[in-house]
């Protein structure tokens, strides 16, 4: 490779180097309601793990380019660290071979001898992902948030916590296949979260989604921290790492560190503890056994303790009633060695009985930490605080020898913040089945009988009473759904799987995906889809049965818009896969595709990638894009030609989509917003043009209702009668009438003159006749006009745009140099305004925007929107 071709590739790099990580303004103050940079680098639609290193791949026709070695660094920003691409050119690194003859071999930038390992060309395309036994090491993490001072870095500013607001949380972190998933209760919602080091570096920032019905239902805050680096998850592991709730104010921020306990693993309820002052708070993990009725308790606490609390302290713990009468459940005295003013951790066992453990799934049961200081912090005890719902495909089981039936569904619940069941059930193929019921697998025992909330394919409802025995069953995934008849005893079943709420889980509800013809026994599945606050799709495909591994599928995303038959279909492969399940997502969507998704009708298709044969199919309902991801126009950045074919990223399209209609490229036709606009599409991008009329020989023409121009004839004219008037490039005129014709993509050509004969009905064009020039033409301007005109011309009548004058017609008797000299405007180009003038503009998808006014003040055009008062 020459020299120049290195510095052409490197110039290439680094401009995708150049946009590689998230730029975000500051999490407080963030309005768009994006996420701020992250831990993690961007390669063109990639994400590459801080430490990582890779080839640049710049696509087609440049390829991997195996000299140009790129790696995702991190650096500090203020106390943030995010990742950075960094890519240089390693050919001038190659170290010398040390045989006659090297060769190049595919795949490397150097020239190697046999047996030459040690070179810059060699590189680990991804670090290995978390092996088993670090997966077990990093599985359930709990944490307690106070306002207590952390850490910070040498010179950072410190904030004061604020005393008249006393807000407390607690956390539960589940560790799975590199991405951290957390789970809050709180008092009151925070707007973001954080992760912090111990010396108090910003290793990831997320604005938290604002509304969930999940998160509604439940009184929780969820989400996930999705490609942890090795880095992080050392500290993870390490508990040397902290998390951090924010809301408006600074000063209300609040800080926990999270730590592994063991019992998080049976964890079935939890307890968010408060106390007065503002550091007092804590958490309980309460584990149960129903087979002989006992509890655990696992309380972790801070600030309960004094300053005379040194050694040996005594706490007591209670669990009681909080509904009418008070009775104490258990009370227990417990001593703490060494007590800590940071986290403190004590362990309670008891036997109770069944209706204790009920009155718990109730939320009846309170427990309360109190210390010989008087110092004390309770909370309600309430169904576990980690963000999990439970989904099943339905589908006929592999016992049902009736293999005609086509019933088909999906399913999935969660529990609320009342501790309810809420389920969702929707079944295809059958119009009212005899049972419909929540079972335990196995025994296929019912526990509750859902038909009589059947109705019209759904059923929806509450569960009131679930006790903790069936709660218990649930979390460990033995429950399940079945559709029964008087004759089957299993007509279609799903085994409801615990899965944690984040990202496309997040969405009011999955998608049914229902069997195609391709396949030959009935199958289901569901799908979760959702788009974040990074504009970022994700998904989750969940299928009945079994799947061979054998077979490669793909997942589509198609899209064609509400109002347009016929309009073409988006289609995109999202993921090839095999099996029952896939989860993944899209990267960056464009504000286009975004647009064209929240404004269509949506579908998941998936196909068999040997036969191209469709297998499953579900109708996306529930789009719901986050308002940031769409495009945005300020108050005072009026936007001209309005079309969502705009992206330049995109290729060339060969149709159009305006007014609710896809136009084919080159064709014209009148805006249905605007009757008097003519549109044209050119490569894919509409071009808007209000209609110019020409000037007439009459003294007192006539305005036809439905007509933009006035008309010399004054006959009657039917415009939905083409016999009455004629045709010209598909536009009807009628008799008599005169005007400019439309020649896309220049617009009006107005130096053109047509006329449709009132008795023959035929259009008879000509151009205007120019006089002759006093002067030599090679010299000659083009004025305002058709024609050429001498340097020192006479004044001229100058048109004005008829969208600005209503029906009637007007003109400036002054040239064009001589109102710019008096301070005119042109806006936009081509429009005079005199000095002083004041209009509304016009935007051709939507007319004159009356909510703002342009003024021409000194040759400068302002405009700006009408505040209300």
Same mark, same amino acid.
């Given at each position: 490779?020459?020299?120049? $071709? ?9 401009? +995708? ?94 020239? /190697? ?60 972190? #589940?560790? &799975? ?27 990831? %920032?997320?604005? !938290?989604?604002? @509304? ?18 090795? %880095?992080?998850?050392?500290? /993870?592991?390490?508990? $040397? *790492? ?6 408006? $104010? ?126 004390? +912090? ?26 005609? #039936? ?17 389920? &969702? ?20 025992? %019912?526990?509750?009988? *859902? ?71 009935? =199958? ?35 899209? +064609? ?7 073409? /279909?988006?289609?995109?492969? *999202? ?21 064209? !998704?929240?404004?269509?009708?949506? @579908? ?58 896809? @136009? ?17 599409? &050119?490569?894919?991008? /509409? ?7 020409? #000037? ?26 083409? =016999? ?30 047509? &006329? ?114």
């Amino acid at each position: 490779m020459s020299v120049n $071709r290195i510095v052409i590739v490197t110039l290439v790099v680094a401009c +995708i180097a150049g946009v590689s990580c998230r730029k975000h303004s500051p999490l407080l103050g963030d309005e768009a309601g994006r996420r701020t940079q992250a831990a993690e680098c961007q390669f063109g639609k990639t994400l590459k793990e801080l430490g990582s290193t890779w080839f640049a791949d710049l696509g087609p026709p440049f390829g991997v380019m195996y000299c140009i070695r790129c790696e995702c660094v991190p650096y500090h920003r203020k106390r943030r660290v995010v990742g950075k691409v960094h890519c240089r050119n390693i050919k001038h690194e190659c170290p010398k071979p040390s045989c006659d003859e090297p060769v190049l071999l595919p795949g490397r930038c150097c020239k /190697v001898c046999p047996g030459d390992n040690d070179s810059p060309d060699i590189v680990e395309e991804q670090p290995p992902t978390a092996g088993v036994e670090e997966e077990k090491s990093l599985k359930h993490f709990a944490a307690v948030l106070t306002s207590k001072m952390t850490p910070t870095l040498e010179g950072a500013p410190t904030i004061a916590a604020d005393r008249t607001v006393d807000y407390k949380a607690t956390g539960r972190f #589940t560790f &799975h296949k590199r991405n951290l998933y957390y789970s809050f209760y709180t008092s009151v919602r925070p707007r973001g979260v954080q992760f912090v080091d111990m010396r108090g570096n910003i290793l990831e %920032e997320q604005v !938290l989604t604002p @509304h969930s019905a999940y998160q509604n239902d439940t009184d929780k805050v969820c989400g996930v921290w999705r490609r942890i680096p090795r %880095e992080y998850r050392r500290l /993870v592991r390490e508990e $040397r *790492l902290q998390v951090t709730l924010l809301w408006e $104010r600074a000063e209300l921020a609040i800080t926990g560190q999270l730590y592994r306990y063991r019992t998080l693993a049976t964890e079935l309820y939890s307890a968010l503890l408060e106390g007065s002052s503002p550091n007092a708070a804590g958490t309980a993990i309460v584990s149960v056994s129903t087979q002989a009725p006992s509890i655990h308790l696992t309380l972790v606490f801070t600030g309960v303790f004094g300053a005379d609390d040194t050694a040996n302290s005594p706490v007591t713990v209670r669990l009681y009633t909080n509904g009418g009468k008070e009775r104490v459940v258990l009370e227990e005295v417990v001593r703490v060695e060494k007590p800590s003013p940071d986290i403190n951790v004590v362990e309670v066992r008891s036997a109770v009985s069944n209706l204790d453990l009920n009155q718990m799934s109730r939320q009846r049961l309170s427990v309360t930490i109190s210390s010989r200081s008087g110092e004390s +912090i309770s909370g309600v005890v309430r169904t576990r605080a980690t963000c999990e719902l439970f989904h099943a495909p339905l589908a006929a089981p592999p016992e049902n020898e009736d293999k005609s #039936t086509q019933t088909t569904g999906m399913a999935w619940m969660y529990i609320d913040k009342l501790g309810a069941l809420r389920y &969702h059930v929707r079944l295809d193929g059958v119009t009212q089945p005899d049972v419909l019921g929540l079972v335990v697998d196995r025994r296929l025992v %019912e526990l509750e009988d *859902l038909t009589p909330s059947f109705h019209n394919g759904w059923a929806n409802g509450t569960i009131d009473q679930i006790n903790t025995r069936h709660l218990e069953q649930l979390y460990n995934g033995e429950l399940a759904i079945n559709v029964a008849t008087t004759t089957t005893r299993s007509l279609a079943r799903g085994r409801l799987a615990p899965r944690p709420v984040a990202d496309a889980r997040d969405a009011p509800s999955p998608s049914l995906l229902v069997a195609t013809d391709s396949l030959p026994t009935p =199958s289901s599945g569901l799908i979760w889809a959702a788009v974040d606050n990074e504009c970022n799709l994700h998904y989750e495909v969940v299928l009945s049965g079994t799947w061979s591994e054998d077979r490669t599928m793909g997942l589509y995303l198609e899209d +064609i818009p509400l109002v347009a038959p016929g309009a073409p /279909v988006t289609r995109r492969l *999202l993921e090839e896969f095999a099996g029952n399940t896939v989860e993944g997502f899209v990267l960056g969507l464009t504000p286009t595709e975004l647009t064209r !998704l929240d404004t269509g009708v949506v @579908h998941f298709d998936i196909k068999d990638l040997h036969t191209t044969k469709s297998l499953l199919k579900a109708h996306w309902r529930q789009v719901s894009i986050p308002p940031a991801c769409l495009p945005h126009y300020s108050d005072n950045n009026v936007p001209p030609v309005s079309n969502i074919n705009s992206d330049a990223n995109l290729p060339e399209q060969t149709s159009c989509f305006h007014s609710d209609s896809f @136009h084919d490229e080159g064709a014209q036709w009148v805006s249905r917003s605007e009757p008097c606009t003519m549109c044209n599409c &050119h490569h894919g991008r /509409v071009k808007c043009d209000p209609v110019v009329c020409p #000037t007439l020989p009459c003294t007192n023409p006539t305005l036809r209702n439905g007509q933009c121009c006035p008309t010399c004839d004054n006959s009657t004219f039917d415009s939905s009668n083409i =016999s009455q008037g004629c045709y010209l490039a598909g536009q009807l005129h009628a008799p008599g009438s005169s005007w400019h014709p439309y020649l896309p993509p220049a617009g009006f050509d107005t130096c053109a003159v047509c &006329h449709c004969n009132s008795s023959s009905l035929t259009v008879r064009c000509m151009r205007t006749v120019c006089p002759p020039l006093d002067c030599d033409e090679t010299v000659a301007l083009r004025r305002v006009g058709c024609c050429k005109t001498c340097p020192t011309p006479s004044p001229v009548t100058v048109p004005r745009d008829p969208a600005y004058l209503g029906d009637q017609q007007s003109s400036i008797t002054r040239s064009k140099a001589d109102v710019l000299a008096a301070g005119g405007c042109t806006y936009p180009v081509g429009r005079l305004f005199e000095n002083g003038e004041e209009w509304h503009p016009r935007v051709f998808s939507h007319g004159e925007v009356k909510s703002v006014k342009c003024r021409c003040k000194d040759g400068v055009v302002k405009c700006e929107r009408r505040r209300h008062h």
